[in-house]
């Protein structure tokens, strides 16, 4: 069946960056597109944006344009995502997960402090 | 982006009940509305797509309905299993949203 394997927490500073991965298994890796969705307590689920697994085409929330950068990696199919020039609103769990939502990654939870 | 309002926020129910949790989106969705459950810890679980269609693997005492701006997710007797937090979520329209969610409760 289809599985996401996402990596694991992460601790950042402020002004840093972080790259989360998912690890897509059980299906062809380019048959789905990537979505990516930020939950934190305060604002709830949001959505990033999504990557085309094939082409590597990708489409941002205007949100998270310059916040979030993702890519693919076909030979391993794993799915990215780049957080950069973090503040601590960016802590949060970050979800991937499949485009039509029927299957998601465990989480990885990213916490920005000095 | 169009608002997704849910409504309770928190629903207090026991085991044998039925339910409802209601989801307004801020205009028309063209039923292109997901249900989906998350527990502590968890990620979400897609249980409802496209209004009223039936995930794989999903019990059947899930349904949803709706039209236009307004949706509703039910549950016709709800089981231990089923307490958790429920979303609403729109992609009719980009960027997709959720709605806050509903807190569902033992009594």
């Known amino acids: 069946q289809v599985q996401l394997q996402q990596s694991g927490a992460e601790l950042a500073k402020p002004g840093s960056s972080v790259k989360i991965s998912c690890k897509a298994s059980?299906?062809?890796?380019?048959?789905?597109?990537i979505s990516w969705i930020k939950q934190t307590t305060g604002q709830g689920l949001e959505y990033i944006g999504y990557i085309n697994t094939g082409s590597g085409g990708t489409n941002y929330n205007e949100k998270f344009k310059g916040k979030a950068t993702l890519t693919v990696d076909k030979s391993s199919s794993t799915a990215f995502m780049q957080l950069s020039s973090l503040t601590p609103d960016d802590s949060a769990v970050y979800y991937c997960?499949?485009?039509?939502?029927?299957?998601w990654g465990q989480g990885a939870s990213v916490t920005v402090s000095s | 982006d169009i608002q997704m309002t849910q409504s309770p926020s928190l629903l207090s129910a026991s085991v044998g009940d039925r339910v409802t949790i209601n989801c307004k989106a801020s205009q028309n969705i063209n039923k292109y509305l997901n249900w989906y459950q998350q527990k502590l810890g968890e990620a979400p679980k897609l249980l409802i797509y496209n209004t009223n269609n039936l995930q794989t693997g999903i019990p059947s005492r899930f349904s949803g309905s709706g039209s236009g701006t307004d949706y509703t997710l039910t549950i016709s007797s709800l089981q231990p299993e089923d307490f958790g937090t429920y979303f609403c979520f729109q992609h009719n329209s980009w960027p997709g949203t959720f709605g806050g969610g509903t807190k569902l409760e033992l009594k």
């Open positions: 997960a499949t485009f039509k939502g029927d299957a």
């Open positions: 059980g299906y062809t890796f380019t048959s789905y597109y």
